[in-house]
């Protein structure tokens, strides 16, 4: 991501989802979350917009791609295991969702 090596940042982990996307970066003490997260959800909304004319006429967020919030954590002793986490969440969603589709008891027992 060009926007992040102009502010002085690396893109460790990215995993972009239907709803959603994890990014693990590794930030400068100068810059502030809030900012670095302000021009990521500006010029990503920008550049989508520009090449898919269309999402400009959907209605999200009151005409807006990205919705307001965002959720931040720091990572200290345990980059690699957020990593990781990044890396394969996804998965593990789609693992989570497929359990809850299961009926209550486990999978079927039927032929035993």
Known sequence: MVFCQQLG????????QVDHVHL???VPPKLSISQLTGVLKGHTAIRLFTAFPVM?????????FWAKGYCVDTVGLNSEMIQKYVRFQEKEEQHQEQLQLEPLGGPSRKGR
């Open 24 to 26: 693990l970066v590794k």
């Open 56 to 64: 400009r006429k959907k209605p999200y967020w009151g005409n807006h």
């Open 9 to 16: 940042c690396e893109v460790v982990e990215l995993n972009v």
